[in-house]
Structure formats: C-alpha cells, structure tokens
C-alpha cells in the first residue's frame, strides 16, 4: 500500500456492473473534511453479520481493535485491522463476508457518508 504521513491505508468495498462485490486498495488525505451528522461504536457481532451481506449504507469503518479477514464475491480475500481504514460502498448486490482472524473480538467505529459527498478515497 502506497502510505505517506499525508495518507492513510485504506481498502475500498465497490459493487461491480454485475451486482458483485470487489474490493481496490488505496488511501484517505489526512485532515480532510468528511461530511457526516452520527457515529458509533461497536463490539458486538450478530451471526447474521459474518454471512454474506451488502453494506447497509455508504460508510468508513474504522477498526479499533481486532484483526479481520474480507472476503467478497470472487473470493478474493483482505485482512482489516487497526491503521487501515475500510469503505464500505458495496450497498447492493450479493456484498462480503468476514471473519475474524486475530484476538477475540471485533471493536469498531462506523462513520456513515452522505451518498452524494466525496470520501476522498484515491485507489493505489
């Protein structure tokens, strides 16, 4: 991943024309902007959450603590964990999965982003 003290490592999840999901690796400008009115936090996984799934809205994902592995359509496969910013933008489609591939459990802070304001996400 192409990392500077200007960028942070970041995965974005897309829809392909078909409906499935991919992921393209990329980074975040630091200090910019995001528009956004609410946040959470969570630690609690539901069962439904590891199956297969679309994003349920445009959103970063900011891993707290914990080590994920992705997996969308194809197959393909990423590893999540702290200092790696995830973008969730595969709202449609068939979406991922994960599962959890270090420590106990998965402490994240969801971001939501307004459907039309640029996230600022620049693919590798």
């Not at 409906?19 to 200090?31: D, K, T, Y």
Request: overall charge negative.
């Amino acid at each position: 991943m192409n990392e500077t003290s200007e960028f942070i490592a970041a995965i974005r999840l897309i829809n392909n024309p078909d409906g499935n999901s991919a992921f393209e690796m990329g980074r975040i400008p630091v200090l910019k902007p995001i528009k956004t009115t609410s946040f959470w936090i969570s630690n609690k996984t539901e069962e439904w959450e590891k199956a297969e799934h679309p994003a349920p809205r445009k959103q970063f994902v900011v891993t707290l603590k914990g080590k994920i592995r992705f997996k969308v359509s194809d197959g393909s496969t990423f590893i999540i964990e702290p200092g790696i910013i995830l973008l969730a933008e595969d709202v449609e489609g068939k979406g991922h999965s994960w599962e959890l591939e270090e420590g106990e459990k998965w402490e994240r802070l969801y971001i939501p982003v307004d459907d039309n304001d640029e996230s600022g996400f620049i693919p590798d």
